[in-house]
């Protein structure tokens, strides 16, 4: 007995609503990994609609993307304005005064970042005070304004080594529309009218725009930013707001000049009802200020970005959203990437990456004309771990920020965790263990930055480690320590 043949229609046409930043990106990407099958795609934009394009700052997981649409670094960073970033400082969460480093690369020595907070944390125990920077490489070098490849040979210690970028958002759009259009994708110019949805499967069979224009698709990529004209507007896939536990509703957004040598670090300051980024670029240093409104009111948060930065370079704009997630990304022939599918703040620097991830889940996933569900299913699943692993990790900063009396910071600070944040963290406190599995964003070197630089302190380590003498551990980390110093003082600084 044989089941019926399944339906292998491919994909012959691909429609992305909406370009900026997830637009242009999907565009790149599909129009590289697709070029051999002959799909066509088609995207349409307004130059009429504003983009949020303040996404400058990245992590280290925009090399993989870049990679996989052929981009030569040079060629690249010339075209963005973009400089180096060796991770993240965090100013004032514990107090003013206090500041940690969030580094892009491991602790230790190589090979040795899984152990190695173990190590430091067993020492810790036993009476000695050392701060994780002296074990960290890339927050030497951050630190010293001081910039190296990293190397790939295991053995050296400038393996241990992890970058990312900040870059013009609007620049890196108009970057990748050359690489797409070079590779046959046609813009179209107008605003979406009218939405032909097929009344019995609910696919979208084509979209119109007012100059006249009816794009017709078998698949529809919507990045339309905070409004989901199509995963919301038209198929009402419904949103899950994290608001009550992150507060921050707005953002207030302005550059100012350029800094005479531009430092590998962008800065995320603490402040009454929310934090300030400042983000250096070549040409410019991109800053701004994310705000509670329940805290704070839109004007007096306007006054505290101008009263940081002085004179900015343009009128601030202002921003708002509401931290979340759709329920369902991929809905039908209806695939949300990037704000459309949801939104968070940028803390951890992840708008990008998530644009970018929902990329590669569609590419590990491309349906067939049919779009079976269940590979939206896969999506929608894969989708909702990676929101809530960035979500619990942004709640980290805010439930165990110190030394903040601001009303904003006290509810934040009582306001119970989820569950899977809770977990982690008990797991840490009572044994030093990090608990990431391979899907994860954040891996042991970020949480193990975040926590201890949030106050948060392990009672215990792993026993493995019980076969070392504390002076052998001692000698270990003081090895570590001046091999770290040494070759931080090697490298030479940005010119």
Same mark, same amino acid.
């Given at each position: 007995?044989?089941?019926?043949?399944?339906?292998?229609?491919?994909?012959?046409?691909?429609?992305?609503?909406?370009?900026?930043?997830?637009?242009?990106?999907?565009?790149?990407?599909?129009?590289?990994?697709?070029?051999?099958?002959?799909?066509?795609?088609?995207?349409?934009?307004?130059?009429?609609?504003?983009?949020?394009?303040?996404?400058?700052?990245?992590?280290?997981?925009?090399?993989?993307?870049?990679?996989?649409?052929?981009?030569?670094?040079?060629?690249?960073?010339?075209?963005? *304005?973009?400089?180096?970033?060796?991770?993240?400082?965090?100013?004032?969460?514990?107090?003013?005064?206090?500041?940690?480093?969030? #580094?892009?690369?491991?602790?230790?020595? &190589?090979?040795?970042?899984?152990?190695?907070?173990?190590?430091?944390?067993?020492?810790?125990?036993?009476?000695?005070?050392?701060? &994780?920077?002296?074990?960290?490489?890339?927050?030497?070098?951050?630190?010293?304004?001081?910039?190296?490849?990293? +190397?790939?040979?295991?053995?050296?210690?400038?393996?241990?080594?992890?970058?990312?970028?900040?870059?013009?958002?609007?620049?890196?759009?108009?970057?990748?529309?050359?690489?797409?259009?070079?590779?046959?994708?046609?813009?179209?110019?107008?605003?979406?009218?009218?939405?032909?949805?097929?009344?019995?499967?609910?696919?979208?069979?084509?979209?119109?725009?007012? *100059?006249?224009?009816?794009?017709?698709?078998?698949?529809?990529?919507?990045?339309?930013?905070?409004?989901?004209?199509?995963?919301?507007?038209?198929?009402?896939?419904?949103?899950?707001?994290?608001?009550?536990?992150?507060?921050?509703?707005?953002?207030?957004? +302005?550059?100012?000049?350029?800094?005479?040598?531009?430092? #590998?670090?962008?800065?995320?300051?603490?402040?009454?009802?929310?934090?300030?980024?400042?983000? #250096?670029?070549?040409?410019?240093?991109?800053?701004?200020?994310?705000?509670?409104?329940?805290?704070?009111?839109?004007?007096?948060?306007?006054?505290?970005?101008?009263?940081?930065?002085?004179?900015?370079?343009?009128?601030?704009?202002?921003?708002?959203?509401? &931290?979340?997630?759709?329920?369902?990304?991929?809905?039908?022939?209806?695939?949300?990437?990037?704000?459309?599918?949801?939104?968070?703040? &940028?803390?951890?620097?992840?708008?990008?990456?998530?644009?970018?991830?929902?990329?590669?889940?569609?590419?590990?996933?491309?349906?067939?004309?049919?779009?079976?569900?269940?590979?939206?299913?896969?999506?929608?699943?894969?989708?909702?771990?990676?929101?809530?692993?960035?979500?619990?990790?942004?709640?980290?900063?805010?439930?165990?920020?110190?030394?903040?009396?601001?009303?904003?910071?006290?509810?934040?600070?009582?306001?119970?965790? #989820?569950?899977?944040?809770?977990?982690?963290?008990?797991?840490?406190?009572?044994?030093?263990?990090?608990?990431?599995?391979?899907?994860?964003?954040?891996?042991?070197?970020?949480?193990?930055?975040?926590?201890?630089?949030?106050?948060?302190?392990?009672?215990?380590?792993?026993?493995?480690?019980?076969?070392?003498?504390?002076?052998?551990?001692?000698?270990?980390?003081?090895?570590?320590?001046?091999?770290?110093?040494?070759?931080?003082?090697?490298?030479?600084?940005?010119?």
């Amino acid at each position: 007995m044989t089941g019926q043949a399944a339906d292998r229609t491919p994909i012959r046409s691909i429609v992305i609503l909406g370009g900026g930043t997830a637009g242009w990106m999907t565009a790149a990407a599909l129009s590289k990994a697709l070029q051999a099958n002959g799909v066509e795609i088609k995207l349409v934009e307004s130059d009429a609609i504003g983009t949020i394009g303040v996404g400058e700052a990245t992590i280290p997981t925009i090399h993989w993307f870049n990679q996989l649409i052929g981009l030569n670094e040079a060629e690249f960073m010339a075209a963005t *304005k973009a400089t180096y970033k060796l991770g993240i400082e965090f100013q004032g969460w514990q107090g003013d005064g206090h500041a940690y480093f969030h #580094p892009f690369g491991t602790y230790g020595g &190589p090979g040795d970042g899984t152990t190695f907070p173990h190590r430091l944390i067993r020492a810790w125990l036993g009476g000695l005070n050392a701060s &994780p920077e002296d074990y960290s490489l890339t927050t030497q070098l951050a630190r010293q304004r001081r910039f190296i490849q990293p +190397a790939n040979d295991p053995r050296s210690l400038l393996s241990t080594l992890g970058y990312a970028y900040h870059f013009d958002a609007g620049l890196y759009a108009g970057f990748l529309r050359q690489k797409a259009e070079a590779r046959g994708v046609h813009r179209y110019e107008g605003k979406v009218t009218d939405v032909d949805q097929d009344g019995e499967t609910g696919f979208i069979r084509g979209v119109s725009t007012d *100059k006249g224009d009816r794009l017709a698709g078998d698949l529809f990529i919507d990045c339309s930013g905070l409004r989901g004209l199509l995963i919301e507007d038209r198929l009402n896939t419904g949103f899950e707001d994290w608001s009550h536990w992150l507060p921050c509703d707005g953002a207030w957004a +302005a550059p100012t000049a350029a800094d005479a040598v531009p430092v #590998p670090f962008t800065r995320a300051i603490a402040h009454e009802a929310g934090w300030r980024w400042r983000i #250096p670029l070549q040409h410019r240093v991109g800053n701004g200020y994310v705000f509670s409104s329940r805290f704070q009111s839109s004007e007096s948060a306007r006054e505290t970005l101008l009263g940081a930065i002085g004179q900015p370079s343009a009128e601030p704009r202002l921003i708002r959203f509401t &931290p979340g997630r759709r329920k369902r990304a991929w809905v039908g022939n209806v695939v949300a990437i990037g704000l459309s599918s949801g939104f968070l703040e &940028p803390l951890e620097s992840t708008s990008i990456h998530l644009i970018q991830t929902g990329i590669g889940k569609l590419l590990s996933l491309f349906p067939r004309s049919g779009c079976d569900p269940l590979l939206a299913e896969q999506y929608n699943r894969i989708f909702m771990r990676e929101m809530e692993d960035v979500r619990d990790f942004l709640i980290l900063h805010y439930h165990f920020t110190a030394g903040r009396s601001e009303p904003m910071w006290q509810h934040c600070q009582s306001t119970a965790m #989820p569950e899977t944040l809770a977990y982690r963290i008990a797991q840490f406190e009572a044994s030093g263990r990090i608990m990431v599995t391979n899907e994860d964003l954040f891996r042991d070197a970020s949480w193990f930055a975040v926590m201890t630089g949030q106050g948060i302190r392990a009672r215990d380590y792993s026993p493995m480690l019980d076969a070392m003498l504390d002076t052998e551990n001692l000698r270990h980390l003081e090895a570590v320590r001046s091999a770290v110093r040494q070759s931080s003082e090697r490298i030479p600084p940005i010119a």
